[in-house]
Nanobody, 122 residues
Framework: QVRLVESGGDWVQPGGSLTLSCTASGFSLQYYAVGWFRQAPGKARREVAVISDNYQAPYYDDSVKGRFTISRDNAQNRVWLQMDNLQPEDTAIYYC???????????????WGQGIQVTVST
């Protein structure tokens, strides 16, 4: 069974922090770039951050630069998204997915997790 599973989603107040985790089962993440994406109801899915499988610097969407940090530990087969200073516009379902190399083009991501809700509100 090949799976990606996200965890760590929750409700937080503006200014709060969450850390999302993406764990792979049935395959190794070490040769893949891994991206985090988000989608609000009725809206298009869009990229948030992507981490390379090599030396390349990670990609961050302008909306999260300075607030979110993507990281990975191949020994744990896991990728994280640390989210600080969360704002209401960050509210969405968050997904992780794999690609052969660092890219922001969503059709290049093949394996997707089920998604996890992040809600930022008072």
């Amino acid at each position: 069974q090949v799976r990606l599973v996200e965890s760590g989603g929750d409700w937080v107040q503006p200014g709060g922090s969450l850390t999302l985790s993406c764990t792979a089962s049935g395959f190794s993440l070490q040769y893949y770039a891994v991206g985090w994406f988000r989608q609000a109801p009725g809206k298009a899915r869009r990229e948030v951050a992507v981490i390379s499988d090599n030396y390349q610097a990670p990609y961050y969407d302008d909306s999260v630069k300075g607030r979110f940090t993507i990281s990975r530990d191949n020994a744990q087969n896991r990728v994280w998204l640390q989210m600080d200073n969360l704002q209401p516009e960050d509210t969405a379902i968050y997904y992780c997915a794999t690609a052969a190399r660092l890219t922001t083009y969503i059709p290049h991501f093949g394996q997707w997790g089920q998604g996890i809700q992040v809600t930022v509100s008072t």
